[in-house]
């Protein structure tokens, strides 16, 4: 039977109207691509840098100024290394042991990067509320004056910058600190907070990955925390 004589189910697909086209609503191609209207070969390639072009990508318009910019890249550097001891990176180094292919250890890495900047999205939900403006007072759960040398030398990066944000007088943690800059700079919302988070994790978890001894699981530690087999028989109660 061909598709032309095959009858057509009665269900919520078959039966609805749906257009024939999918709509490109971010970047379009064509001569030259444009993204949000700006052309990326001949306006944004020439005279933009990676990290504007990204604002523009998320924000749908490009920084006011250059020093917008270099604010964002300074927070994202803060957020960007991943040790081996990190979801992130420990997952991409175990598929490289395993002879992944380099496509799945990258795969791999976004996706459990993704998954790690949701957590910690949700979980610093009242701390964004604050730096909204939704909650008048600091959150007190995201204090944590051990982290004071890591927060100053960011608060020095971004003041030399001519930026002080509220938050550095509120002994807040590094990765606060971090999120409530960027929700200042207008990266208000999850969507743009968790691919921030990716982007700026991914080369480091990826160099871990990639560093590991590929096909060779024998070097990993799979005995750790030490462990023995027990026969279920000799567990039950008798």
């Known amino acids: 039977m061909s598709d032309a004589t095959r ?14 086209r999918l709509a490109a609503r971010a970047l ?4 030259s691509p444009r993204l949000r209207g700006y052309d990326v070969q001949r306006d944004l390639a020439k ?7 990204v604002w523009l990508a998320l924000l749908g318009e490009l920084p006011a100024s250059p020093r917008e910019a270099a604010l ?3 927070v994202l550097l803060f957020l960007a290394p991943v040790t081996v001891a990190e979801a992130p990176a420990h997952a991409a180094a ?4 395993c002879r992944s292919s380099a496509a799945a250890v990258v795969g791999i890495a976004g996706l459990t990067l993704a998954q790690e900047g949701l957590w910690v999205v949700e979980a610093h939900a009242d701390l964004i509320g604050w730096a909204r403006g939704q909650i008048a007072e ?3 759960a995201f204090r944590r004056p051990e982290e004071a040398a890591a927060v100053a030398r960011l608060a020095a990066c971004l003041a030399a910058l001519d930026h002080r944000g509220p938050v550095f007088a509120e002994r807040p943690g590094l990765v606060g600190a971090c999120l409530a800059t960027l ?9 743009h907070l968790v691919t921030l988070w990716g982007w700026a994790r991914l080369p480091c978890a990826l160099a ?3 560093a590991a001894p590929a096909g060779r699981l024998s070097t990993y530690p799979m005995d750790l925390p030490r462990f023995v087999y027990e026969d279920p028989d000799d567990t039950c109660p008798k």
């Open 7 to 20: 009858p057509r189910g009665d269900g919520p697909v078959e039966a609805g109207p749906w257009p024939d």
């Open 28 to 31: 379009s191609l064509g001569g």
């Open 47 to 53: 005279h933009y840098s990676l990290v504007e072009v």
């Open 72 to 74: 964002l890249e300074r």
């Open 94 to 97: 175990l598929a490289q042991h």
């Open 138 to 140: 600091f959150p007190e």
């Open 183 to 191: 929700v200042e700079l207008g990266f208000d919302q999850p969507t």
């Open 208 to 210: 871990e990955g990639f």
